[in-house]
């Protein structure tokens, strides 16, 4: 299976980097913070969930710690291979029929503002068609200055340091926006595009798909929950 580079997204650094941009080295060093507990508390105990885009598994091991049941998706076997108690798909997102269900269908890490607008409504028909009846999509959207408050940087207490350098217009409501991670022993570069969703278009993303927002998980409004109708 040979997954092509996705246009406009670059990485940098050392080890493997996936078609979009991500190097494997760094997402396997970056810590979890409070997302398994946000995904916990808005999903049924011991509920087996669909996660798209799982990576290494930064998600998926804590959950697996918590009591649920994982099926990990991602397009990258370098990222799979890091991924340790979870059945694993590879498959790109907006491809995947696996003719199965779930209770919760899981698409984070700001999926859903992918720059290609028929590539982001393939991944929300794959969160519906997967979700079971009286089951929920969760989805992790960007913060509302996500693309104005930049240049930005953050230290993390692990000792590393990660920057938003730039999120410029490259056209039709897109941002090429890079990123940059700096390591005391290596540096990580990320370039991808992304498109800013104001509330409105991102519900009517939703609908097109089939779903609509059943709760705003977070009050930032960046974790929601949606489900079928």
């Known amino acids: 299976m040979r997954i092509e580079k996705r ?18 080295e760094l997402y396997a060093r970056l810590p979890i913070r ?16 669909l996660e798209l885009g799982s990576g290494v598994g930064r998600m998926t091991h804590p959950l697996l710690e918590r009591g649920f049941t994982v099926t990990a998706v991602d397009e990258s076997a370098e990222m799979l291979e890091r991924v ?17 269900t779930f209770d919760v269908v899981m698409l984070a890490s700001f999926l859903v503002h992918t720059g290609d607008a028929t590539e982001r409504q393939s991944m929300l028909k794959t969160c519906a068609r997967h979700v079971a ?6 989805i992790q959207r960007e913060g509302e200055d996500w693309h104005t408050n930049v240049p930005r940087e953050r230290v993390d207490p692990s000792g590393f340091i990660s920057r938003i350098t ?5 056209g039709d409501g897109v941002n090429s926006v890079h990123a940059e991670y700096e390591f005391p022993d290596a540096t990580w570069t990320q370039t991808f595009l992304a498109r800013p969703l104001t509330q409105d278009e991102f519900e009517g993303a939703l609908g097109e798909a089939g779903l609509r927002v059943d ?12 489900v079928k109708g």
């Open 84 to 100: 340790r108690g979870a059945r694993t798909i590879r498959s790109t997102i907006e491809d995947l029929d696996l003719g199965e």
């Open 34 to 49: 409070d997302e398994p507990d946000i995904i916990t508390a808005a999903v049924p105990a011991g509920a087996h969930i």
């Open 7 to 24: 246009q406009g997204h670059e990485g940098t650094g050392p080890g493997a980097i996936t078609p979009d941009g991500c190097a494997v």
């Open 215 to 226: 709760r705003y998980v977070t009050e930032d409004r960046v974790w929601v929950r949606a």
């Open 166 to 170: 730039s999120a410029e217009p490259v």
């Open 133 to 138: 009846e009286g089951g929920c999509v969760l």
